[in-house]
């Protein structure tokens, strides 16, 4: 999912880029999608929007639509960019409008979890797990719900929640439901499910779906999230959480959105049936270069290892493909704190632990600016 993913306080979220100083601390904590600026500066003015004063005055968007906030720009372009990638059914499906995922999420937890039984209904995702979903969670200390843990583990009778992140932040791997029992619901969260991350196996088909404009196309400051939902209770269960959250989701947002899927769309349409000049078959070669450099540096390492990932069929860019995630899940090859490790090497990460796991893994993002994941390479390559 998942937006924004500061850093323990907002001072270490706000420092400098690398570059500013060879001996400052490299923020790698953050899955902030700077690396894909230069794509969107080269498209000029194609994705520019005018707003007259007198323009998106009114609470409402569509009267028609369950989700009365939802600009039908937007809606249209969700649609349509979907179709065009082939990762997720959107025929009969509901489309609800979030600031971010990260209000999504939270929205079907409550959907999900309403009204309120005799005991919260616990949430449950596969370790390494998401490290925002328990603190989401916790922090509201809902009556609905409450955080269980390792869904590998879960072994209790009654409701649950199982939040399916696939591609999984941290680790970048293909992931399905584990608990599989009576009474159980599920949340997919697809942030990362698109071609320059990971081969499109399938349109995925679940009750819940949860995508974000951030991972998608790097737009984070935008605050747009949106969900694919079955049945129109939990839709407009939803929909009434984000009305009482925040009255609606920005217009201004939502039309920028809807003008900046429109650019990716008429790609396609301009170039037929190929890819080759799409974003996303940039950001593809994008990701690959940088995935390949970091294993190189890995690969003559004895300190860390990485994960691999099989080559699946993509029916995107119609080829077998690796993954390429937007996080390397760096493993320490000894008993070493790997958080730690790297911290002494002035690079700042999310250790093991906080997604739920040994603490000889940490988290690094690899979609910053290219002087950051030069300097990270450069330091990484420096730990023998």
Not at 214 to 234: M, N
Not at 320 to 328: L, N, V
Request: charged share 20%.
């Amino acid at each position: 999912m998942v937006g924004f993913d500061m850093a323990s306080n907002a001072t270490k979220a706000s420092l400098p880029s690398a570059k500013n100083s060879a001996n400052s601390i490299l923020n790698l904590v953050q899955g902030d999608p700077t690396v894909f600026e230069p794509y969107w500066r080269d498209q000029g003015d194609k994705c520019t929007l005018v707003i007259s004063g007198d323009d998106l005055m009114s609470y409402y968007s569509d009267y028609g639509n369950i989700c009365w906030f939802l600009q039908p720009q937007l809606a249209e372009a969700i649609r349509n960019i979907h179709r065009d990638v082939g990762n997720a059914v959107v025929n009969g499906r509901h489309i609800v409008i979030g600031t971010g995922s990260t209000q999504l999420f939270q929205a079907a937890l409550y959907a999900l979890s309403s009204p309120a039984g005799p005991e919260p209904v616990t949430v449950v995702s596969s370790a390494p797990y998401y490290s925002r979903y328990p603190e989401e969670i916790e922090f509201l200390s809902s009556r609905l719900y409450k955080w269980g843990g390792d869904a590998n583990t879960f072994d209790k009778d009654g409701p649950y929640i199982e939040v399916v992140n696939s591609p999984n932040n941290p680790d970048g791997g293909s992931r399905h439901a584990v608990v599989n029992r009576r009474g159980g619901r599920l949340i997919h969260d697809f942030a990362y499910y698109w071609p320059h991350y990971a081969p499109i196996t399938a349109a995925a088909d679940h009750d819940i779906m949860l995508f974000t404009l951030s991972k998608c196309t790097g737009h984070a400051g935008s605050r747009i999230g949106w969900a694919i939902v079955k049945d129109i209770e939990v839709a407009k269960k939803m929909i009434k959480f984000v009305e009482f959250n925040s009255l609606g989701v920005c217009k201004d947002s939502q039309l920028r959105t809807a003008k900046i899927l429109e650019t990716i769309s008429n790609e396609f349409s301009n170039l037929g049936s190929t890819k080759t000049g799409n974003f996303f078959e940039y950001g593809q070669r994008l990701m690959a270069e940088r995935w390949r450099k970091l294993r190189e540096v890995i690969k003559r390492s004895k300190v860390f290892s990485l994960p691999k990932y099989p080559k699946e069929y993509c029916n995107f860019f119609g080829e077998f493909m690796e993954s390429h995630p937007a996080f390397a899940w760096l493993q320490s090859n000894g008993s070493m704190d790997a958080e730690i490790l790297l911290r002494t090497h002035k690079m700042m990460v999310k250790g093991g632990k906080c997604f739920g796991v040994d603490p000889k893994y940490a988290r690094v993002s690899v979609v910053g600016r290219e002087e950051d994941f030069n300097l990270f390479l450069e330091r990484l390559s420096a730990i023998i």
